[in-house]
Each structure stands twice: as structure tokens, then as C-alpha cells.
């Protein structure tokens, strides 16, 4: 037996898992009541979902509490290091497929849906019987029972947004060297300045997505050009968001002290999801804006 | 494989397990995890017969005897829903999370304690699907492929909890797979390299790959479907620009890999099982390996052999065709290596060994019905008829259900310290095995001849052999009680188990006592 070998770290019980699944139940049955009761005269939904919103929350806040205090009383071995880094690696993979699901649906739509609906390849009778007026165009600006809008131009906000959000990942770039060299003030300068550009990222969004709905007409149910544009946009904005919140909590830890050039996978895994979240958004600037 | 595995002499800071409710609901034990998974998976799985059973029953004669033909769609949706999602799968979670750590010489799952969230939201996730059915406008009644405009224009306002529970559903699977794929890239023991790893191990592997690639698109279905329908979204709807068959690609990008997810750990299984009994080594383990990948490579290309009558283009018809029947030359490669491997053996005929067998013939020839599927042009006539019914459960009953029973016979020893009941178990096997028969094979006959499924009435000539059906399926139900029986009889006592409960079984989980302790392989052991 190898005598250098570290246990590894087996926890003992732990009442969060078993909290995080009871936030899952009223986060489920909530957005599902929610939904279910739009437009009605009834707010249980609302409520339930927010108390489940509030419980996984209290659950995130204990769990990584006591995981940071495992980690900094020297717990973790480097084998257990590995299994957190896989585990978010795989974590992100799971995301890429979520994003390719809707890329999926836009690319079908555009290649084969629409075209097919103005009459292409041996549909010219679908064309005819169905929609006759109907001119299979992209972006779709007048769907095939006649709403009409108007597309979102890529110069502009689009473009800044992309600057930004490219400039982001080059910060925390700077930022990884950085604590990869204990440079610790150059660390915080670097990861402050990345979180804050997420943010104007973020309310740039905001503005964007008011300018479509009031200017442009361009809403999510202003048939499919809308709908992939804010689901597409919409969940990435998610996922910017939580990466942000990711990257505050990390920049919060390494104020504190947490974190050096040796054990740092909290930035490291907040870091891959930034990154993550940047390619995500530059295939969404080429296949949802520019072309 | 010889190890120097001495791991109860080890101490260390852990003790046994803790007692009381506290233990199931704060658990990090793998082994605690895995018993919860298969329990709750045995719930679902007579939830889900309980279920089948109404349909047989309503199906019993023709004509609409006792159930409306809305609670009818409901039941057939709920129990594809519930035996998927709530039986099969995590019945081979609970396998994987019991067996892959002591398989590989580790301590526990790498994640031990998002292991046990990854169960605990399971049972709520399908609280929240069977409370549906209670509701006022019913349960999904779509079918469980959820089809698009089904789901969508005239599905009940129930709808979005489906969707929000499938989605939790999702978020455990997920992370169910991640742990398995961390422990085992990361935590085999020394000298466990990857091609001694034992093939349920390896078949997991690929598993638990296949879902984190394909449970997010299912999440992104889900969504889609729920945008449509409350939200003004038109993805599925061709008067914005949608389209409802883009819905059936999109499932069956996840679907198909999916029913890959419910036989690969099976193939796993019996690759352990056969070799035990026939006392030899398994004939072509690199071979096996390769072909369970390539099964898993190929499962991304064919999902649209499901959509042959959609009217999709000729060249992807027959691009799905043929990359579908090339799915049955790695399947045929792991046919004929059991077989090898029973060639010139010491066959025993234990329950397990029964039940692999039966599997290796009973799913062979569900492949078989599944090569007449692939092939376009005859497809037309099967599709949606009873064909494709008897097909899939002769895959799913006597391949998957039946590796989970025979994996439940081999390790039950292991599990509980305590032989099982020989005698009720054969009763068990052989009941099951006619009764199965009885009530799939006729199947076949029916969907040739043209009865649709998922429809409560039938045409007159069809009523003989759907009589013969129903017996069958009351049969092959009442047989599973005796299973139950079985296992609780097991756990509360029996005739003690040896260590090495089969005398041609190899790997490390027969050189840790039976029971196995609370905690094995604290240190690793050494593998050579």
C-alpha cells in the first residue's frame, strides 16, 4: 500500500441535500402553479415558488458554507480536487446541450421549417394550401398567419454587448495569472473589473430587450424569429447572471483571504463557467444577430 | 484479479450507520443511496403496473367497459412516464451507486453528498406527477413521447407541473450521472486500469455520458412545450414559422439515446452475471467495450427512425435507416460473446443466471422486431400499432426489468448477508416468464394485422388475442408480488450468505463481507 496515500474525504451527514430537494418540490410545484394561474386572480403559485427560491437559497448558503470550511481546515486532498473539477466540467457540458437543444430548434427552423412553409424542396403544394402569401424569408418578420415585427439589428447594442462581454473574459484571464501569482491586489482589480462588466452586460440586456418590445414590436410571442431570439438571448442572460453571482461570491472569498495559488478551484470553476457563457454568446451574436 | 483488500481492519473517524429516520434523510453512504434508489424504484415499478394493469383491463374485452377514454390516455402516459423515468432508471442508479464503488476499490460515490440530493428529489418529482392525476382536469394525457400539438394546443392546463417535474427529474438524473462518471474516472483503485474495469462499470460509464448529453435537451423540450402553450410561443406551431415535427426531433435527439440509457447498464449486468455462472472468463471483454461505445456513438444518428412517417425528406429516410441497422452489428457483437462465453462452460442454473438468460433470448429478439422497425418502407405498416408495443417491452421488460431482476438476484446476498428464498424465486422466474410471453408475444400478431395503440377500443377481430393478452398481463403482475416477497424476506432474515456468494464470481465486491460493511475501501486495495 502506498503509505503517501490521503484518505479520501467521505463527509458525514448532511441535512442539505435533503433541503435542496424540498426547495426543488415548491420551486416545481410553484413555477407550475404560477404558470398555470397567469391572468387568473390567484397568487399561491407566486408564493410557493418564492419560498422555494428562499429555501434553495438558505440550502446554497449553508451547503457551500460548510464545504469553504472543510476546504480551508485542509480536508480536501488533491483526488478530491480533481472530482470537484470534473464534476463542474461535466456540469458545463450538460449546459452546452441544454444551449444546443434551442440552437438545434433555430437552426432546424431556418433551414428547414420556414423554407419548407414557402414551398421549397417538394412543399410547393404546403405553400399553396396553407399559407399561399406567405414568403418564406429570415429573419421571419411576418409569420405565416400574418403577425408582423421587426428584427434586432447586431450593430449597435448587440455589438457592444459582444465587446463587453468579450473584454470580460480577457479581465479574467488577467485575473487567473494573477492568483496562478499570488499578485492579490492585481487578482481583486481584475476579477471586480469582470464582474462589473457581466453587469453593464447585463442591464445592457435590459435595454435591449425594452427597445425590441417597445420600439420594435419584437416580442416572445411574435412568432419564431421571436421566440428563438428571447429564449436563445433570454437563457443565456440566465446563465450570465449566475455567472456573475458566481464570480461575486469568489471575489467576496479572495477579500477575505480565501483562495491561493494552490487551492483555488471556486475561481477556477467560476472561471470555466465565465468563459463558458462567452462562447455561448458568440455563437448567439453570429447565428442569432448577424446572420 | 487478486487484491490485498484487508479494509475492515482499517480504522478510521467513520463509524456504522446511524440510526433512525435521520440516516435515510442526511445520508452520504453510497450504499444507503442505493438502497433508497432501489426501493423507491420497486414503488414505481408496481405504481406503473398498477397502471398497465387498467389498461389491460379496460383492454380485456373490446368495447368501453370501464374507463373513459380520457383517464385511459392518462394511464398510458403516466405509466410510460413512471416506468421510465420512475422505475427503470433509477433502479440502475441504485445498482450503480450500491455496486461501481465497491467494483472499483473505492470508498464511496466522488460526490457523496450531492449523491443524496440527486435522490431526494426524485420522490418529489413524481409527488408532483402523480398529484396531477388527482387534479381537476387530469394528469398528461399526451402520451409519454408528449408529442407536439398533444401537449401543447390540447393538453389540460395541468400541463406546466408535468413539465416542472420532468424538469427536476432531469436535474437529478443529471447529477446522478455526474457522480458516476467523477468516481469513476477519478476514484478506481490503484492498478484498476480502464480495461480491467468490470463491464458494469464500463457500461455505466457510457451511460451516465449519454445522459449528461442528452437530459438537458430533454429539459429544453420541455421548456419548449411549456413556452407554447402558456406563453404565446409558436416553436411547434406552423402558422409562426414552427413546426410540431421539429417537437419529435428534438424529443427523440433525447429519446433515443435515452433508450440506450435503460439497456446499456443491462448489458453490463449480464456481462458480469454470465461469465459467474458459466465459470469462465467473459469471451472478448475489448470487444464488449467497443461495442458498447459504438452503440452509444451511434444512438446520437438514428432518433429519426421513430419519425419514418412524418414525411421527412428520402435522404434522411434512408440515412436512418441504415445507421440504425448498423446499431445491430456492435448489439450482435455482444449477443454472440455471451453465448461464447456460456460455450463449453460450467453452467449452474441460479435464479440470476436464469434471468440472463432468458434476457439474452427474450431481448435478442426484441432487437429483432426492432431491425423490422428500421426498416423504412415496412415500417409504414408497424408504426404506431401494436408491433411497436410488443417490440419496445420485449426490450424494456424482458431486457431491461429482467437484468435489473436477475442483478437484484445476484447481489441481494451481498446486500443483506442473507441467501434468498430459492424456491420462491423460481416460482418467481418461471411465472414471470411464461406470463411475459403470454402477454407480448401476441402483441406482435395484433399490430400486424393493424390494431393502433394507445387507443382504448379495438375492432372485433382483435378481441381473442387481446383476452389472451389481459390474462397475461394480470399474470405477469400478480408474478411480481412474489418478487417482493422475495426481497423482504431476504432482508429480514435467511440462511447466511458466504462471502463470495457464487463460486465462479469474480471482482473486488466478493472480497468484502456480505453484508458489506456500512464503509468498504476506506483505503484503496491494490489491483494487479
Known amino acids: 500500500m502506498d503509505k503517501s496515500y490521503q484518505p479520501y474525504y467521505v463527509p458525514e451527514q448532511s441535512p442539505w441535500p435533503i433541503v435542496g430537494a424540498v426547495a426543488m418540490f415548491f420551486i416545481a410545484v410553484g413555477a407550475g402553479l404560477t404558470v398555470m394561474q397567469l391572468g387568473k386572480d390567484a397568487s399561491s403559485g407566486a408564493w410557493t415558488l418564492f419560498a422555494g427560491i428562499v429555501i434553495l437559497i438558505g440550502m446554497v448558503v449553508g451547503w457551500f458554507r460548510h464545504v469553504i470550511d472543510e476546504s480551508m481546515s485542509g480536508l480536501y486532498s488533491a483526488q478530491m480536487d480533481r472530482s470537484f473539477r470534473q464534476g463542474m466540467g461535466w456540469f458545463i457540458f450538460s449546459e452546452v446541450m441544454f444551449f444546443a437543444a434551442f440552437f438545434g430548434a433555430l437552426f432546424y427552423v431556418r433551414m428547414f421549417a420556414v423554407p419548407w412553409l414557402g414551398g421549397s424542396s417538394n412543399n410547393a403544394m404546403t405553400n399553396e394550401v396553407l399559407w399561399p402569401q406567405f414568403e418564406a424569408l429570415w429573419p421571419l418578420l411576418t409569420t405565416p398567419d400574418g403577425t408582423a415585427t421587426q428584427a434586432m439589428p447586431w450593430q449597435g447594442l448587440p455589438l457592444i454587448n459582444t465587446i463587453i462581454l468579450l473584454t470580460s473574459s480577457v479581465t479574467l484571464h488577467f485575473a487567473h495569472t494573477a492568483i496562478e501569482q499570488n499578485e492579490r491586489l492585481k487578482l481583486k482589480v481584475f476579477l471586480g473589473a469582470t464582474i462589473l462588466l457581466g453587469f453593464v452586460f447585463l442591464g445592457l440586456q435590459v435595454e435591449e430587450y425594452i427597445h425590441a418590445y417597445t420600439e420594435l414590436g419584437l416580442k416572445l410571442d411574435s412568432g419564431i424569429y421571436g421566440n428563438t431570439f428571447f429564449m436563445l438571448t433570454g437563457f443565456h442572460g440566465m446563465h450570465v447572471t449566475l455567472g456573475a453571482l458566481m464570480l461575486l461570491v469568489v471575489w467576496l472569498r479572495i477579500l477575505k483571504g480565501h483562495l491561493d495559488s494552490n487551492q483555488h478551484f471556486a475561481f477556477q470553476a467560476a472561471a470555466w463557467y465565465w468563459h463558458f457563457v462567452d462562447v455561448v454568446w458568440l455563437c448567439l451574436f453570429v447565428f442569432v444577430y448577424v446572420i | 484479479m487478486s487484491t490485498t483488500a484487508q479494509d475492515q481492519t482499517v480504522s478510521h473517524e467513520h463509524h456504522g450507520a446511524p440510526s433512525g429516520l435521520k440516516r435515510w434523510l442526511f445520508t452520504t453512504n453510497h450504499k444507503d443511496i442505493g438502497s433508497l434508489y432501489l426501493l423507491f424504484s420497486l414503488l414505481m415499478f408496481l405504481t406503473g403496473g398498477a397502471m398497465a394493469m387498467v389498461i389491460r383491463a379496460e383492454l380485456f374485452q373490446p368495447g368501453m367497459q370501464l374507463v373513459d377514454p380520457h383517464f385511459f390516455n392518462q394511464m398510458t402516459t403516466v405509466h410510460g412516464l413512471v416506468m421510465v423515468f420512475g422505475a427503470v432508471m433509477p433502479a440502475f442508479t441504485g445498482l450503480a451507486n450500491w455496486m461501481i464503488p465497491m467494483m472499483i476499490g473505492a470508498p464511496d460515490m466522488a460526490l457523496p453528498r450531492m449523491n443524496n440530493w440527486s435522490f431526494w428529489i426524485l420522490p418529489f418529482a413524481f409527488a408532483i406527477l402523480l398529484a396531477s392525476l388527482f387534479m381537476e382536469g387530469g394528469g398528461p394525457a399526451f402520451g409519454w413521447t408528449f408529442y407536439a400539438p398533444l401537449s401543447t394546443t390540447y393538453s389540460n392546463d395541468n400541463t406546466a407541473l408535468f413539465v416542472f417535474a420532468v424538469h427536476i427529474m432531469g436535474v437529478s438524473s443529471i447529477m446522478g450521472a455526474i457522480n458516476v462518471i467523477v468516481t469513476i474516472v477519478n476514484m478506481r483503485a490503484p492498478g484498476m486500469t480502464w480495461m480491467k474495469l468490470p463491464l458494469f462499470v464500463w457500461t455505466w460509464l457510457i451511460t451516465a455520458f449519454l445522459l449528461i448529453a442528452v437530459m438537458p435537451v430533454l429539459a429544453g423540450a420541455v421548456t419548449m412545450v411549456l413556452t407554447d402553450k402558456y406563453f404565446g410561443t409558436s416553436f411547434f406551431d406552423a402558422a409562426g414559422g414552427g413546426d410540431p415535427v421539429m417537437f419529435q426531433h428534438i424529443f427523440w435527439f433525447f429519446g433515443h439515446p435515452e433508450v440506450y440509457i435503460m439497456i446499456l447498464p443491462a448489458f453490463g449486468i449480464i456481462s458480469t452475471i454470465v461469465p459467474t455462472f458459466s465459470r469462465k472468463k467473459l469471451f472478448g471483454y475489448a470487444s464488449m467495450v467497443y461495442a458498447t461505445s459504438s452503440i452509444a456513438l451511434l444512438s446520437f444518428v438514428v432518433w429519426a427512425h421513430h419519425m419514418f412517417t412524418t414525411g421527412m425528406p428520402l435522404a434522411g429516410e434512408l440515412f436512418f435507416m441504415y445507421a440504425t441497422m448498423l446499431i445491430s452489428v456492435p448489439t450482435g ?62 426490450v424494456l421488460v424482458t431486457g431491461a426489468v429482467f437484468s435489473i431482476m436477475a442483478a437484484a438476484y445476484y447481489w441481494l446476498p451481498k446486500w443483506t448477508g442473507n441467501m434468498f428464498n430459492e424456491t420462491l424465486a423460481q416460482w418467481h422466474f418461471w411465472l414471470s416468464l411464461v406470463s411475459v410471453n403470454v402477454l407480448f408475444f401476441p402483441m406482435h400478431f395484433v399490430g400486424l394485422a393493424g390494431m393502433p395503440r394507445r387507443i382504448p377500443d379495438y375492432a372485433l377481430q382483435f378481441a381473442d388475442f387481446n383476452a389472451i393478452i389481459s390474462v397475461g398481463g394480470f399474470a405477469f403482475g400478480l408474478s411480481q408480488l412474489l418478487f417482493v416477497a422475495v426481497v423482504f424476506k431476504c432482508v429480514a432474515g435467511g440462511k447466511p450468505a458466504e462471502d463470495k456468494v457464487w463460486d465462479g464470481a469474480e471482482g473486488l465486491e466478493w472480497q468484502v463481507a456480505s453484508p458489506a460493511p456500512y464503509h468498504t475501501f476506506s483505503t484503496p486495495p491494490k489491483v494487479d
Open chain 2, 333 to 394: 457483437v455482444k449477443v454472440f460473446n455471451w453465448v461464447a462465453t456460456m460455450w463449453r462452460g460450467s453452467i449452474s442454473f441460479e435464479i440470476p443466471m436464469m434471468f440472463a438468460i432468458a434476457f439474452i433470448v427474450l431481448f435478442t429478439l426484441g432487437g429483432f422486431s426492432g431491425l423490422m422497425l428500421a426498416i423504412t418502407p415496412a415500417d409504414f405498416q408497424y408504426h404506431d400499432t401494436y408491433f411497436v408495443v410488443a417490440h419496445f417491452h420485449y
